[in-house]
């Protein structure tokens, strides 16, 4: 762990350290626009993307149109997670005293490393060499997989996209289809190649026709489910007054996770809570629509601590901060927590249609990313100082949003943040220049003269560079300042003397 | 200091601006279909649960037994697991060659893999949506035994479908405060993400047939 976070993101009393710490598969990571210009010349992928974000679009607008008061909605989601952050010390010993009366153990994590070791040693106490895991956000922030593994314990992802991207050995673009980046004859490539090396091979006569490919997966799979001794999840909501834990998912997979093992832990980040079990009247009204585009997806579990002869009879939660209490303590940047990872912000996007999840350089892609990012790990990196201007600012992501999280507001305040902790630049050189020139009229007359002294030495043509201004002029001209300036023209017609 | 003890003191000092009491945010007008009458209701529902690729069949409570048994043998069931609290009504219509596993003796995963279907009651069901909600008391079951199966079958009354979601939440409360588990289904298992092409029956069920007892 490596970056060093910087100081905290706007007017925060004090600094709540520490930050999330940016994870080691991301250092060195090339700042946005680099990222993705090498992404945008991948015509396949941006093919691929353009038709998952319209399809989706176009599902959720559709469900959206079905409901006459979704703004409403929208006022009542963002509301009730106001409530639980705004009051979030209550609410989560709520929670831990519910879940501990229901059964399960709750655990207290400051950072990914702690609740890496948390996760760790309940497994080892398991005796185990592997585990099951439902996709979960929480977990690929602190790479909980890759921790596992480093103590000899396989981690099986069991979602059929978080599949694919795991037996490819790739990372996840996309928060709600991971693997859209790929397409159905890589997918049959990859099964065919890896799945014989950890487990059940895949049928020889294998086609790349989708429900054969999910079949495979499900064979695959399913003696890895029925074996399983100790299951990993996240969770979609953790309810402080029942106790009570949502994961929200469509293929089975996770409900295998959650019910067939005898040990559950679920990692759950602090700004999960709802207040009270009727929050989740508008919550799963907003999800599911925001989400995948359904009125409601395939299968929702909820488990309240330890029952008595179904499930997993030994169940562990551990409540994460990694950098959240950080967000929480910026009065703007709070509502980025409000945030309940539907993806609708992603299939909106302009820029995010077009450069796809890794150039945002997280597992938090597209305009959510690129608020979140640079509140949880600080604007050090040159990744997080570039995401906030990885935006064209257009709005879209804020109106699909279904807690009302005003990104653009978010991101335009982040790039007062980059640019105030960037110090000097030759772009703030400039600018400062030009604040000093501009004050004052015999300043300007002055700085004309020069003007159009090299106006008249350019000939008029076009400027193709500016030394110190590489970023600016490398994809704009400047125009070759006039010969004369109007102030020159003025007194040379009208006036008398020379213009000064 | 303990993590527990640092991050509530982080939490707290980070909202130190907050002024407003706990409990005391505006309350959002509850949002329930008042005007769908329950015939409204339960068309609607009838509805919803088809358009999920589910089999949806509306019959006489009397006609529950014959309808299973027909669903079972349509879809080839030659074995079926049930819940230790079902009516034993509903399966009295089985073949004689349909085996019958009681709930309390399928006691391992691989039992339950190598069975055909399973028979369960629910607990809501949810107009608008399209959803029936288990709490998995006696007379549906544990939760792996409406997971690990191919085929379920579910029986559900009229009068347990409500019009929207916020209605099923508050009506299983009571259920939620004896920390009972929850699952929420709505049609078959199923993936998109093999290039947003719709499979069905990718862990869960394949099949999912909800008989409306009316």
Known sequence: MTTQPSGPVGASPAAYAPLQETSPTFVGMPKFPKAARAELANAQQRKNLRHATHTIRTKRGNVVREIDDWEALRVAGADLKDEALTHLGDYLEQLESSLTANGAVVHWARDAQEANRIVLDIVQSKHVDEVVKVKSMVTQEIELNEALEAAGINAWETDLAELIVQLGHDRPSHILVPAI??????????????????????????????????????????????????????????????????????????????????????????????????????????????????????????????????????????????????????????????????????????????????????????????????????????????????????????????????IPELLVELRGTVVKNAGNTPESAAMKAAAWVLSDPKRLAVAQRAATTAGRLTGGKPLRSIPGLGAWTNARDVPSPPKESFRQWWARERGKGDGR | MSAREEILQRVRGAVADVTTPVGQRPVAPARTMHDLSDAGALELFAERVADYRATVIRVATADVPATVADALARLGCRSVVVPSGLDPAWTAGLDAAVTVLPEVEATSHAQ???????????????????????????????RELTLVPDTHVCVIGADQVVPDVPDAVARLRPEVGAAQPLTWISGPSATSDIELNRVEGVHGPRNLVVVIAE
């Open chain 1, 181 to 406: 980046h790929r397409n159905r004859s890589e997918i049959r490539e990859i099964f065919l190649r890896e799945m014989g090396q950890v487990g059940r091979p895949a049928p020889a006569d294998l086609t790349d026709d989708p429900p054969r490919l999910a079949e495979a997966a499900r064979l695959h799979l399913r003696e890895k489910f029925l074996r399983a001794k100790v299951g990993i999840s996240g969770a979609n909501f953790a309810i402080a007054d029942t106790g009570t834990l949502v994961v929200v998912e469509s293929e089975g997979n996770g409900r295998m996770c959650l019910t067939l093992p005898e040990t559950l832990i679920s990692v759950v980040g602090i700004e999960k809570v709802l207040p009270t079990w009727e929050d989740l009247g508008p919550m799963l009204q907003l999800l599911p629509r925001s989400s995948t585009g359904e009125r409601m997806n395939p299968y929702t579990t909820m488990w309240s601590g330890v029952h008595e002869g179904d499930g997993p009879q030994e169940v562990h939660v551990v409540l994460l901060d990694n950098g959240r209490s950080h967000v929480l303590g910026d009065r703007l940047g709070r509502q980025a927590l409000r945030c309940i990872r539907c993806s609708a912000c992603l299939n909106v996007c302009p820029v995010y249609e077009r450069t796809g999840g890794h150039a945002y350089g997280s597992v938090y892609p597209g305009p959510i990313g690129a608020v979140l990012n640079p509140q949880l790990r600080g604007t050090a990196s040159d990744i997080d100082k570039s995401l906030p201007y990885a935006s064209s600012l257009c709005g879209a992501c804020f109106d699909a949003c279904p807690v009302r999280i005003n």
């Open chain 2, 112 to 142: 339950l893999d190598a069975v055909d279907a399973v028979v369960t009651a629910a607990k809501v069901g949810i107009a608008v949506t399209g959803t029936i909600i288990l709490d998995h008391g006696p007379d549906q079951g544990r």
